[in-house]
């Protein structure tokens, strides 16, 4: 059975940073592309990252180029997500998400989704 | 980058009515486009890939087509576990998401 499991959401400061991490199972998880994407309370869904399959690869969405960065361990099939210089814009509950193929290098259709974290940056 | 939309905003409906959604994009994306389904609290959950591609487990009244520009979701007799809110997503150039059409009990 396919789990993502998210962990490290919190409250944080304005201008603060956390670091997200998403355990995943029950697939081969370093021959599929990850993303993370976000739901802002009461909003849509939000692309944030995509990171290759070997991780030589990453792409970000223009909110968070230059503050995020995406990363994964293939030994430990861990997905990761360093977020510096948060914003009171950065509030939402963030997925991580399973590419649906090995076929596409960053993204895809996404067939698996994690719980989620919430991070939560006061106004 | 490419924009997504998605119309209508809202669609109040009853059971067993046939429900279609459209979604458009800003330029051609081929057919690389997919529809989710999310409930309120939950996690979203696939339902078509590849435009017209039907998740395995998902329920043959979901349907999928268009190509280009222009996509259609179509509920071909919307039962009571159906009412929820549907994004389209594009993965032509990255990815971008549908701002969401939400079904609603009429």
């Known amino acids: 059975e396919v789990q993502l499991l998210e962990s490290g959401g919190g409250l944080v400061q304005r201008g603060g940073s956390l670091r997200l991490s998403c355990a995943a199972s029950?697939?081969?998880?370093?021959?599929?592309?990850m993303n993370w994407v976000r739901q802002a309370p009461g909003k849509g869904l939000e692309w944030v990252s995509a990171?290759?399959?070997?991780?030589?690869?990453?792409h970000y969405a223009d909110s968070v180029k230059g503050r995020f960065t995406i990363s994964r361990d293939n030994s430990k099939d861990t997905l990761f997500l360093q977020m510096n210089t948060l914003t009171a814009g950065d509030t939402a509950v963030y997925y991580c998400?399973?590419?649906?193929?090995?076929?596409?290098?960053?993204?895809?259709?996404?067939?698996?989704w994690g719980q989620g974290t919430l991070v939560t940056v006061p106004s | 980058d490419i924009q997504m939309t998605q119309s209508p905003s809202t669609l109040s409906a009853s059971v067993g009515d046939r429900v279609t959604i459209t979604c458009r994009a800003s330029?051609?994306?081929?057919?690389?486009l997919a529809w989710y389904q999310q409930k309120p609290g939950k996690v979203p959950k696939l339902l078509i890939y590849?435009?017209?591609s039907l998740e395995s487990g998902v329920p043959s009244r979901f349907s999928g087509s268009g190509s280009g520009t222009e996509f259609t979701l179509t509920i071909s007799s919307l039962q009571p576990d159906d009412f929820a809110t549907y994004f389209c997503?594009?993965?032509?150039?990255?990815?971008?998401f549908g701002p969401g059409t939400k079904v609603e009990i009429k």
């Open positions: 590849q435009a017209s």
């Open positions: 029950g697939f081969s998880f370093s021959t599929h592309a």
């Open positions: 998400a399973k590419t649906r193929s090995t076929v596409m290098i960053l993204t895809d259709a996404f067939d698996y």
């Open positions: 997503q594009q993965y032509h150039s990255y990815l971008t």
């Open positions: 330029q051609s994306i081929n057919s690389w």
């Open positions: 990171i290759s399959a070997s991780g030589d690869n990453t």
